[in-house]
């Protein structure tokens, strides 16, 4: 299969210095395997409630400005609502997706009648109430049948880059980050049976990267670190459509004046791309994130190209 990276930014702000880091990260990842390998954008709208008008455009055009041009025309997920219908409608077949008519209360409630304060990251474990039906409420959402697919789910496909030594436990779902290294996560437990849409409206994140990556033959994901977590999800996912898994490279975040992850709440600001100066300096603050040396080129497309041999020396060492 043709190598094929992309990055896949929400149209939620406008860029900022963290997701530079993961656009030009897998820029470089791309480039580094050879003229024969393609870097995709697609434009992450499928959760439309938090979407701004025009804001693809104007990151498409900051990427430009960076000397980041996509190898084909830009997708929107918002034009492929058709296949994540498909890919329900596959899983509600099999008996692998389910209503659930539960509001965040009743989940609340569920739980404590568990004795269970089950959260992660400020997110409930949702405590599978509706697994046996909706007893007469409303749908509000679809949601994955972790544990059923868990519990019956074929033996571990054979990943190239996976370390053959070390065999995934049953209760778990293990994969190897190309920086990270290997990652478990037990997902009926600390996950869930998650959502796979809310009711007819917006297309749940895991669903959506799952069929547009298959569906666009993207072999290698490099994205930042915050997204790990949902990556066990994903590898859930592919395997209960028959979906072939990529490889993983999640890159280190940058941090706000406060130390978390840089977002809208504590200054991340959008990069300035007015100038070529203003733009080879956002790039190499990025670079600089990333491990790479400082840019002793005066354009970004030179920039680009001193950095490509020493990603391939950092980062694309699997066989
Ligand atoms: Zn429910």
């Known amino acids: 299969m043709r190598e094929t990276g992309r990055f896949a930014p929400s149209p939620t702000g406008p860029l900022h210095a963290g997701s530079l880091v993961a656009a030009l990260a897998s ?23 938090r979407c701004l008008p025009g804001m693809g455009e104007h990151i498409l055009r900051q990427l430009a400005d960076c000397g980041l041009l996509p190898d084909e025309a830009p997708v929107w997920q918002t034009q492929r609502t058709a296949r994540y219908k498909v890919a329900l409608a596959k899983l509600q077949a099999r ?27 400020g997110e409930r474990v949702y405590p599978g109430t509706c697994r046996d039906g909706l007893h007469g409420k409303p749908a509000r ?21 996976q370390d053959a030594t070390a065999p995934e436990p ?54 930042g670190e ?27 975040l940058v941090r706000g004046a406060d130390g978390d992850k ?16 203003a733009a080879l300096a956002a790039l190499d603050a990025a670079a600089r994130v990333l491990g790479l040396h400082a840019a002793t080129a ?13 990603w391939r020396a950092l980062y694309n060492s699997r066989p």
């Open 27 to 49: 820029w470089l990842d791309v480039r580094a395997r050879g003229p024969q390998a393609r870097w995709l954008i697609r434009i992450e709208d499928a959760d439309t409630e």
């Open 95 to 121: 008996g692998l997706a389910y209503p659930c008519g539960c509001s965040r209360k009743d989940i609340d409630r569920a739980l404590a009648r568990l004795g269970q304060r089950h959260e992660r990251h």
């Open 141 to 161: 959402a679809w949601r994955f049948a972790t544990e059923k697919f868990e519990s019956d789910r074929p033996p571990t496909p054979p990943v190239p880059w």
């Open 170 to 223: 049953a209760s778990e779902l293990c994969w190897t980050d190309r920086r990270l290294g290997r990652q478990c996560q037990n997902v009926s437990r600390e996950v869930g049976d998650f959502v796979l849409r809310r009711a007819d409206g917006p297309w749940a994140y895991q669903l959506a990267v799952v069929v547009d990556d298959a569906e666009q033959g993207v072999t290698d994901v490099v994205r």
């Open 226 to 252: 915050d997204l790990a977590d949902n990556t066990a999800r994903q590898i859930l996912l592919q395997r209960a459509l028959g979906l072939s898994t990529p490889s993983y490279l999640h890159t280190p």
């Open 262 to 277: 840089l977002s809208k709440q504590n200054g991340a600001t959008s990069i300035d791309t007015a100038t070529p100066e």
């Open 298 to 310: 005066t354009s970004c497309a030179a920039a680009l190209a001193g950095w490509v041999p020493e």
